[in-house]
């Protein structure tokens, strides 16, 4: 059974502010248009081109935190729900009209504590942090958007 794309957000350069999204294009060179970290740059990796985090997850680890915080404050691309993201690099997800690949896990930063004391900590656990993934075949996504994971 498919999940759903609940989220979808992007900032423009680097601890730059999350805009929130309805639709957006996926693209093999620019990850989420308009998304600083998905454009791929001579001599640099494309493993990073697009975020994905569970809404699973994260209510989990807000949880674990023991007070509210809002999903965008993870400065991930995309909030999907309903589907269990895989943990094995190479998995392809479908999103709406894109593919990526997932190419690891997005390890919670240190920044995760400036928005909330012990934030970092609570995703640790199980890939709680979301996914990285690469962009396969580029398409537009859209909230409500369809998810699952090909093969």
């Known amino acids: 059974m498919p ?3 609940i989220g979808i ?9 999350m805009e929130l999204l309805d639709r957006v294009a996926i693209g093999l060179d620019t990850g989420v248009q308009g998304d600083h970290r998905g454009a791929i740059r001579p001599g640099k990796s494309n493993r990073r081109q697009v975020t994905i985090l569970m809404a699973e997850d994260w209510t989990a680890a807000i949880a674990d935190l023991g007070r509210p915080v809002s999903w965008e404050q993870r400065r991930a691309n995309l909030l999907v729900e309903g589907v269990v ?5 190479g998995a392809r997800l479908r999103i709406g009209g894109a593919t990526v690949e ?9 920044r995760m504590d400036a928005v909330a004391d012990g934030l ?3 995703l640790r656990p ?8 690469r962009v396969i075949e580029g398409g ?3 909230l409500g958007d369809e998810v699952e994971v090909e093969g």
């Open 140 to 142: 537009a996504i859209a």
């Open 3 to 5: 999940g759903r794309l």
């Open 9 to 17: 957000a992007r900032k423009d350069r680097p601890h730059g502010p």
């Open 85 to 89: 993201l895989p943990r094995e690099e």
């Open 126 to 133: 199980d890939w709680r942090g979301g996914r990285i993934a």
């Open 102 to 110: 997932i190419t690891g896990e997005c390890d919670p930063c240190r």
């Open 120 to 122: 970092q900590l609570a």
